[in-house]
């Protein structure tokens, strides 16, 4: 089964860069869609961004579109999303998952989870 680690998390002054990274330990990684998602103290959690199994297919919440990017790369079982132009709203613990169905916006479409990385933006 799919064991997932996040890292890259930090502290960034707004408008900032940086990349998370999501390692994944199972075999069958390659045939999981990916997802990245957000929770804010005081609020639900949040779609980001998701990756098809093979990179042909992208989502991205509105908030996020044309500042995050989510990529992959199967031979090394790491999903990537990197993050431009932050700001404070971004603040949140962001999680990666694995979906064995779908590149889907919806967080119970999704089978395993990581346990999240802080990420902070701040002056």
């Known amino acids: 089964q799919a064991q997932l680690v996040e890292s890259g998390g930090g502290l960034v002054q707004p408008g900032g860069s940086l990349t998370l990274s999501c390692a994944a330990s199972?075999?069958?990684?390659?045939?999981?869609?990916m997802g990245w998602f957000r929770q804010a103290p005081g609020k639900e959690r949040e779609f980001v961004a998701a990756?098809?199994?093979?990179?042909?297919?992208?989502n991205y919440a509105d908030s996020v579109k044309g500042r995050f990017t989510i990529s992959r790369d199967n031979a090394q079982n790491t999903v990537y999303l990197r993050m431009n132009n932050l700001k404070p709203e971004d603040t949140a613990v962001y999680s990666c998952?694995?979906?064995?169905?779908?590149?889907?916006?919806?967080?119970?479409?999704?089978?395993?989870w990581g346990q999240g990385t802080q990420v902070t933006v701040s002056s």
């Open positions: 199972g075999r069958t990684f390659s045939t999981y869609a």
């Open positions: 990756i098809s199994w093979d990179s042909r297919s992208t």
């Open positions: 998952a694995a979906s064995k169905t779908y590149n889907s916006r919806y967080s119970g479409r999704y089978d395993y």
